[in-house]
């Protein structure tokens, strides 16, 4: 199973210290170099960066996609290199939370998920005690995800 990831979800899911569920969901996933950039060379946050570092070096897998492919909309360059590499790699999961990045998606002919839906998936599994905590967790630290 391929599974491409953004920026949000990552942090999201390393603030709340629930990074680990994309492994035991689906083994490991990708990021573009973008990706990395922004949630590691990027990041000011001691604590988050050591999180996803070590992620990187356990199950995310940073790939720099070959081409640089035009978008109907103006986006980030994370959001960029995700389509990028979902245009290069045909992913069965990719998870966006922002807008204009998942309507860009949708206009490619993928199905984007949000972060929430990985959430739901972990506690259908029992891999979370229950989502709604998580989210709660996730809303005292500033974290408001789409549903």
Do not use: W
Request: glycine share 4%.
């Amino acid at each position: 199973m391929i599974v491409i990831s953004n920026s949000s979800p990552i942090i999201a899911l390393s603030r709340c210290q629930q990074l680990h569920l994309f492994k035991e969901l689906f083994g490991q996933i990708f990021i573009p170099h973008a990706v990395y950039e922004e949630t590691v060379l990027e990041c000011h946050f001691l604590l988050l960066k050591e999180s996803i570092t070590q992620a990187i070096n356990d199950f995310i897998i940073v790939v720099n996609p070959a081409a640089n492919y035009s978008f109907s909309r103006h986006l980030g360059k994370g959001e960029r290199g995700v389509l990028n590499l979902a245009i290069e790699k045909r992913p069965d999961i990719l998870v966006i939370d922002d807008k204009k990045a998942r309507n860009e998606a949708k206009g490619l002919g993928f199905l984007p998920s949000f972060t929430t839906d990985i959430l739901k998936a972990a506690a259908k599994r029992k891999l979370i005690a229950s989502y709604e905590n998580v989210m709660k967790q996730l809303q005292t630290l500033g974290i408001y995800l789409p549903e």
